[in-house]
């Protein structure tokens, strides 16, 4: 079995419930690609599964490191490669799960660039520039310059987005990628219809809520000493909340704010995945047809 498979796709839309069925059928070893369930005592917004489905369901990579600490993307596809070779050794199938498609797509395909000469002087330019007016917004300016490589990455993407942008303005060429993955993969990307997927994203709030999510963001807070500028306080469900600890916003007025960032955020990811290449599109309602996809393809 050399294959891994990935199952992506935005946020509310099903992915652990099929991850578990696969973990099952496929005798699969469950390795999280979520950026934010890697933090410990942040539980109910970052919607991880139960303690008990967790005995049940073990997975790699999840409360791996607490939430006043610091986590890049090369730290992440450097321990899901050792999950990956230790899944192997137990000759189980590989299935990384979540909706973070710059960790996925970090994984598959090596962040390289051919050897060029550097610029520090407009990489800091074109960084600022992202803090000040948005990633959006520099990569617009790539897509102007070379809308060729623009068109093969994400305006998230902001390290590949600079770096060209780099190569571009010493007016060297970017030779590009093939995009061969270091894996032989299945991606499956997990959709729905938006009307459903919004309805389920405000219903699992409601739910985040009413399960005690004030209370956890206040206490891992209050724990770690944590700011609003915090890498972990940067999540959707725990960054609203200092609004209404600073008095501007009600706790209604956060809870609707979560809910359309989560709406929003669930949009971008789709948008991401869409850049992914072999990307395989299927609506979680023909879950059936998924499992006979994938006992044909892995």
């Known amino acids: ?28 070893y469950l390795i999280s690609c979520d950026s934010m369930q890697i933090y410990k005592d942040m539980n109910i917004g970052t919607a991880k599964i139960s303690k008990e489905e967790q005995k049940q369901y073990p997975h790699a990579l999840i409360d791996i ?9 090369s730290e992440y596809v450097k321990l899901c490669k050792t999950e990956i ?4 050794k137990l000759n189980k199938l590989p299935i990384i799960i979540g909706g973070t498609g710059l960790y996925m797509k970090s994984l598959l395909f090596p962040y390289s660039f051919n050897s060029t000469y550097k610029n520090e002087e407009l990489r800091m330019y074109y960084e600022n520039l992202c803090k000040e007016k948005g990633n959006e917004f520099v990569y617009n300016i790539l897509k102007e310059k070379n809308p ?6 994400h305006f998230n993407d902001t390290k590949r987005v600079i770096r060209a942008l780099e190569i571009l303005d010493n007016n060297n060429e970017i030779k590009l990628d093939e995009e061969k993955s270091r894996y032989n993969y299945e991606l499956i990307v997990l959709t729905c219809e938006r009307d459903i997927l919004y309805d389920r994203i405000n219903n699992r709030v409601e739910e985040m809520f009413n399960d005690g999510l004030l209370n956890e963001v206040k206490q ?6 944590l700011t609003r500028e915090s890498q972990s ?3 959707i469900g725990y960054r609203e909340f200092f609004d209404y600890f600073e008095g501007l916003k009600t706790l209604d007025e956060v809870k609707d704010k979560i809910k359309q960032n989560s709406r929003h955020y669930a949009k971008r990811q789709i948008t991401w995945f869409k850049t992914m290449p072999n990307a395989k599109f299927m609506n979680i309602e023909n879950i059936d047809e998924i499992v006979s996809y994938l006992k044909q393809n892995l």
């Open 85 to 88: 070779d230790k899944a192997r």
């Open 65 to 73: 490191i607490t939430p006043d600490k610091e986590f890049s993307v």
């Open 220 to 225: 891992v807070i209050k724990k770690y000493n």
């Open 148 to 153: 060729d490589r623009a068109s093969k990455l």
């Open 233 to 235: 306080m940067q999540a």
């Open 1 to 28: 079995m050399n294959k891994i498979l990935l199952i992506g796709g935005s946020t509310g839309v099903g992915k652990t419930k099929l991850s578990l069925l696969c973990k099952d059928i496929f005798n699969g």
